[in-house]
């Protein structure tokens, strides 16, 4: 059954659920552990380098694709040349399976709030995360809830369903993360904290740095799966693509910078490592937050936050995955979002198990977690990014006058988009293959 095209029902609607989109675990939970283990400020300079005039073409092309065509990633790239469609099923592809390993984290999230709600909180979160992420059931139960949770929005429609989901849950984010930092903020730990995060030391400046900078720029703003598309597509006609790629950057880059505010004054604090990786937000944050009498409260809200940014993004994915579904298997919206449900659980579920027992059953080395993690981040998210550059750059007759106009600065950007970040795609995906 064929259903009408939906629209974002104002501009400021289509602004909250992209950056809603774009704010998840990247820049809570993945910014601040790769900044603190890539040098700090010297990581954040690159890194808002990158995000400025690399990044904005690659987010300006799939805002414009989607404007133009109206469509899903699949049907729009084979309206632009039938033999670009499977280009628009790698994106799919890549879309699905990233629920598939971000949504055990979502399992995490939910597990946490309820483990500070109760207030029952182990003495050593560190054993206490390994033998929870090892358990069988409880940690794909909850995986499968965090994922049921968020196909009810999608499975609603984009004005009953994702817009409301984001106008409520994003203010709610923002002013917890408000709280959060300013609390940060009056820790002992604070200058030193803020000096790591804004201090450069320029010894730490090197390739792999550069090209870490990247794909994290990359896996936030949601680039190369479609889904800025698919949000794209239910742009209303008279909304300004590069203004609206800027202010996606803006939200998105303060909302890391904020995080890293609140979490590094934390760490210094309480004397942890800042590149204690992963664990910061499993381990070491909430290990801190046990040691005050207000820190249960804080804890709440810091995953209460973690749940807000994670849920809302993906909503984006499981959208990008349903557009594509209806209209390409010509189902209903609630078919189809049952439909993409179904797949990402029966992944997930091994991935959730590849903390415990499948924890030695491994594919290039890597546990199907890593795994997912790795080929979607540094290997399909650059390629796609390139195919759909290079797409745009240079077989779509004038997109770059359609899409950032025919001034000066259009002129910059198109010789930006057909050859300055096809290079740097290049370079990204083979030093991730490698
Ligand atoms: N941008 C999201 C984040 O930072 C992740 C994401 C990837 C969202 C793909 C949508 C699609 O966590």
Redesign the pocket.
């Known amino acids: 059954m064929e259903e009408k095209r939906p629209e974002w029902s104002s501009h400021i609607s289509f602004i909250i659920a992209t950056v809603g989109?774009?704010?998840?675990?990247?820049?809570i939970w993945?910014f601040p552990y790769i900044m603190g283990k890539n040098g700090g400020a010297i990581f954040l300079f690159t890194y808002l380098l990158l995000i400025a005039f690399i990044c904005i073409i690659p987010l300006c092309c799939e805002l414009g694709l989607g404007k133009i065509y109206k469509k899903d990633a699949i049907n729009t790239f084979k309206t632009i040349n039938p033999k670009y469609k499977w280009l628009g099923w790698l994106c799919i592809i890549t879309?699905t399976l990233?629920p598939c390993f971000?949504f055990v984290v979502g399992g995490w999230i939910l597990n946490y709030i309820w483990v500070f709600i109760t207030g029952q909180l182990p003495d050593n979160f560190s054993l206490y995360f390994s033998s929870f992420s090892a358990q069988a059931f409880m940690p794909c139960f909850l995986t499968i809830l965090f994922l049921i949770m968020t196909a009810i929005f999608p499975f609603r429609g984009i004005n009953d369903g994702i817009e409301k989901a984001n106008n409520l849950m994003m203010p709610l984010f923002a002013v917890m993360l408000f709280i959060l930092a300013i609390f940060a903020l009056t820790l002992p730990g604070a200058k030193e904290g803020l000096a790591f995060m804004f201090h450069p030391d320029f010894s730490r400046f090197d390739k792999t740095m550069v090209l870490t900078a990247l794909g994290q720029a990359l896996?936030?703003?949601?680039i190369g799966?479609g889904?800025i598309l698919t949000y794209g597509s239910y742009m209303k006609e008279n909304t300004k693509i590069v203004k609206s790629a800027y202010t996606l950057i803006i939200c998105d880059t303060t909302i890391a910078i904020l995080a890293g505010i609140m979490i590094f004054p934390i760490v210094f604090s309480f004397g942890v490592e800042p590149s204690a990786g992963a664990a910061l937000a499993f381990i070491s944050m909430p290990q801190m937050f046990s040691q005050f009498p207000l820190g249960v409260i804080f804890g709440l809200i810091f995953f209460a936050l973690l749940f807000f940014?994670?849920i809302t993004?993906g909503i984006?994915?499981m959208e990008?995955t349903v557009a594509a579904f209806i209209d390409n298997f010509k189902l209903s919206r609630k078919k189809s979002t049952l439909l993409a449900t179904v797949i990402i659980g029966l992944i997930s579920i091994p991935a959730s198990l590849s903390f415990g027992i499948l924890s030695n059953f491994k594919i290039f080395d890597k546990t199907i977690f890593d795994l997912l993690d790795y080929s979607t981040s540094n290997i399909f998210l650059p390629f796609n990014t390139l195919l759909i550059c290079l797409i745009a750059g240079w077989c779509i007759p004038n997109f770059w006058k359609k899409v950032f106009g025919e001034s000066f600065f259009g002129g910059v950007f198109n010789i930006l988009l057909k050859f300055i970040v096809p290079f740097v795609l290049i370079c990204v995906l083979i030093s991730g293959i490698y």
């Open positions: 989109s774009a704010v998840g675990l990247g820049n993945r879309v990233i971000y896996f936030t703003l949601s799966m889904t940014a994670s993004s984006s994915m990008t």
